[in-house]
């Protein structure tokens, strides 16, 4: 494990009270290691969470993150797919926030959800997060709350409880701006240190003050953890000086070492040669060359033994994104789209079908929207809107034209891909041996290891899905993007790659996000999908 002691005097010591400086949770010499192929997600990580503590897990997925954290809550919770050694200490109750909804609860009405609970006495609490107590006693099920408003009873849930320490799993995910802006505030706020998870950068730097950041190096053979205690600005601006640093130092260490060897070589086969032309004759100058090519051989031992002491060559798990292909344009004021619609709406019965029914809701309308070629346009709006459902009746306008190519990355990426089918035989659909060879080498740039590369989709993680919907857009040479959410699976340190990709994608772009960043760096134009019709807004 990598400590960074960046700013750790000054918030360490300068500014913590002794209240601050009482620990309420440490993790001694932790090890975690999956039952299936024994491939270590964890290793020695010792870490202790403070009063006041907001600190942030961050990495790609599939690196052990929501494992980690429930291991901390429970060790039951992963018994049954990975082994743990170490020692976990606590103080005080622990709370805990899981990435997805309790299945078992979602057909449960709110008053149903609250009923173990005297709501009653916490009316305070309710208010504190912009609930009130006719809805949480209503008869509304869970399953028709918007995602902020699943994170928000749960949370009330959490705080009735009074735990001593509070442990979110992404909750970010599936939450609107409005909601992601609460939430900050919320961490921001507590009073119980937190430990979470996220992918969501503005949350993190407006909220963390202590970055665990796991890695799986070396096409995932090797662990590693870096612990900052400082925001994540700072953190990620001291990593990348660091690696430059490291960087630079190593590649001067080798290319210094190479220039001595050649210089070495020659002196080397200058005396080989006059040993091997001195004559039997002049036995004295025999003996001088002898002693010399010792001292040569000496010094050629010492000039390779030197390289056990060079810097390795810095290691860093962000993947590159194939970027596409530069000759890609669309012309200026083409028309991709022009939508209008009555009302937006689905069936009450399939919440994902944009087809109107006899049994089919309203969700959104009068909807008039018009791109034209190259814009990269943003669509946001609160959940439960329909923001998903009309980039699908979008998608379903495009998707057959035949004077322009376009592709669909959907939020639910079951929409799109076949989790049986082996990774290669999607992208290479063709099975031509070019293609197959191409595949590969984009694979291997985007850090995808020879398993992963054989198998199915559906043992990818959630970013290395998205990372195969984006190579597949690259190879078909789309030029109109459909993207719901494109970073929502990817780390707080790739999404920077995704967005500067997208930038410099020289077709249209049709998008939902949540992603403030996104909206900022990618878009054009943004609008907002209210229940009263779609509107732009000002950035």
Known sequence: MEVCEANFHCQRCAEASEWRLTYMLELKNVEIRLTTNDRVLV???????????????????????????KLIYCEDDVSAYCQYSGQIVKKGRLAYLPQMFPKEDLGLC?????????????????????????????????RTLSGGEKIKIQLAKIMIAEPDIILLDEPTNDIDIAALIWLEEFINNCDQPVLYISHDETLIENTANIIIHMEQLVRKTKSKITVAYSSYKKYVKAR??????????????????????EKWKQIHD?????????????????????KKMKAVKSTGKRLEKQTDDFLDIPQIEEAILTQFDPALTIA???????????????????????????????????ITLEVSGPQRVGIVGRNGTGKSTLLKIIWDELRERTDITAAYMPQDYTDVLDYDQPVIEYLAADAHKDTITKVRTYLGSMKFNHDEMLGTIGKLSGGQKAKILFLDMVLCGANVLVLDEPTRNFSPLSAPEIRKTLVNFGGAIISVSHDRKYLEEVCDIVYELTQDGIFATLK
């Open 332 to 366: 200026h004021g083409k028309m991709i789209l022009s939508l209008n619609l009555d009302k937006l709406s689905v069936g009450v019965g399939d919440m994902g079908v944009a087809k109107p029914s006899q049994d089919s809701r309203q969700l959104s309308g009068p």
């Open 43 to 69: 290793e020695d990580f010792s870490f202790i969470l403070h009063r006041g503590d907001k600190a942030v897990i961050i990495g790609e997925e599939g690196n052990g993150k929501s494992t980690l954290l």
């Open 240 to 261: 990348g000086i660091a690696y430059d640093k490291q960087m630079m130092i190593a590649k001067k260490q080798r290319s210094d070492s190479k220039a001595q060897l």
């Open 110 to 142: 709110l008053n149903q959800y609250f009923a173990d609970v005297e709501i009653h006495r916490h009316v305070h609490i309710l208010a504190r997060l912009g609930l009130t107590l006719d809805f949480v006693m209503s008869h509304q099920s869970i």
């Open 270 to 290: 200058k005396v080989e040669h006059k040993q091997n032309m001195v004559s039997r004759q002049d036995p004295g100058t025999a003996r001088l060359l002898k």
